[in-house]
């Protein structure tokens, strides 16, 4: 009974039938004619019994919307970029220290937001990137914290993440951070709201379909920061969640939240093995 209700739901949701949906494109990104993406995997071990690859969303937007992505020069993430480097160099707080007084060049960050959300055995917690930044901010440099999801952080974050750009996702899931995890899964797999519909539902069960005049990826978060064409501006991967939460007509989580946080992990870990992309271009 429940799941006809989903799937009712589900198919008056898409504006096409399934025959004029089309899977993913064969289309390779390499950025700046030097940087190949892995941009399909074999889904990781995890995941076996669901997907058998796992895609970027790049491979389900438009030719035009991909075209943004492939050279800096055309992709307006890439003024985050700019923004974050700026912050990264300037000094800040009551110890007047910026972030390359201790770490150095921007690029010493490479390969990091390729392992976030991480566990901190100091703080016992499992970390997204922003909750690290903030916690040096906080604690290291005497600053305030950035406000989650919103320019600053997500400026920051966009940096961190291009200078990671074409490794691989890979976010453990095991020893102190498997709890976290098990609660991220849960929430995926859980449906919610009026319409009765996971992230599963629509992620997992359907990708490749239209839904209204939208074609549905996977949900990867390798990509992000995102710079919407709908928004225009950077977008995190919370306040993502946050609308396709919305849009089951659920009550959603706020950015920052445990819940997101826990979600964000689980997230990442279905996209291990795809590369870094972000900032990446999408409607
Ligand atoms: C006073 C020195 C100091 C300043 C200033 C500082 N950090 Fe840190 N940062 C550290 C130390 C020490 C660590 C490692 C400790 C840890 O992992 O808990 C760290 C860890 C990190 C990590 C995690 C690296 C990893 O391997 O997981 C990130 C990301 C980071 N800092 C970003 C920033 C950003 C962004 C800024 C500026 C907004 C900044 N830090 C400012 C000292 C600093
Ligand atoms: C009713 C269907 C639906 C549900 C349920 C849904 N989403 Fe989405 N989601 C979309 C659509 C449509 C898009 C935009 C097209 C695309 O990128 O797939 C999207 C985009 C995304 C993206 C951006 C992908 C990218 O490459 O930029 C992420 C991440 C995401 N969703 C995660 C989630 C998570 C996590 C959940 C569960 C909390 C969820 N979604 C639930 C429909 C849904």
Redesign the pocket.
């Known amino acids: 009974m429940k799941m006809k209700a989903a799937t009712a739901a589900?198919i008056a949701?898409m504006a096409a039938p399934a025959m004029v949906a089309a899977g993913a494109d064969d289309d390779t990104l390499i950025i700046n004619e030097e940087i190949t993406m892995t941009t399909k995997a074999p889904a990781p071990a995890h995941l076996s019994d669901a997907l058998d690859e796992v895609m970027?969303?790049?491979h389900?937007?438009s030719d035009g919307t991909q075209a943004m992505q492939m050279d800096d020069f055309d992709n307006p993430g890439m003024i985050g970029v700019e923004a974050g480097l700026e912050a990264w160099n300037t000094a800040e707080g009551s110890e007047g220290k910026s972030c390359a007084s201790c770490h150095g060049d921007a690029e010493s960050m490479a390969g990091i937001k390729a392992v976030y959300p991480k566990y901190n055995a100091e703080a016992g917690e499992v970390r997204t990137l922003q909750m690290q930044m903030n916690a040096c901010r906080t604690e290291r440099m005497g600053a305030e914290a950035w406000k989650y999801d919103k320019g600053d952080a997500i400026n920051m974050e966009a940096l961190l993440a291009s200078v990671s750009r074409g490794m691989p996702v890979n976010v453990a899931i095991d020893g102190p951070a498997a709890a976290t995890w098990e609660m991220g899964k849960e929430?995926?797999y859980t449906r919610?709201?009026q319409?009765d519909?996971?992230?599963?539902?629509?992620?997992e069960q359907?990708?490749g379909n239209m839904?209204?005049a939208?074609?549905?990826?996977?949900?990867?978060?390798?990509?992000?920061p995102?710079y919407?064409l709908k928004n225009t501006k950077l977008n995190g991967?919370h306040s993502?969640?946050k609308?396709?939460?919305r849009?089951?007509r659920a009550a959603t989580y706020k950015p920052g939240s445990a819940e997101f946080v826990a979600?964000e992990l689980?997230?990442a870990s279905r996209g291990n093995g795809l590369s870094v992309e972000g900032p990446?271009v999408?409607?």
């Open positions: 589900l949701l970027s969303g790049w389900f937007r929430l995926y919610t709201g319409l519909l996971s992230c599963a539902s629509c992620h359907n990708y839904i209204r939208d074609h549905l990826s996977q949900g990867q978060i390798n990509g992000f995102v919407r991967v993502r969640f609308g396709c939460v849009d089951t979600l689980y997230v990446s999408r409607n």
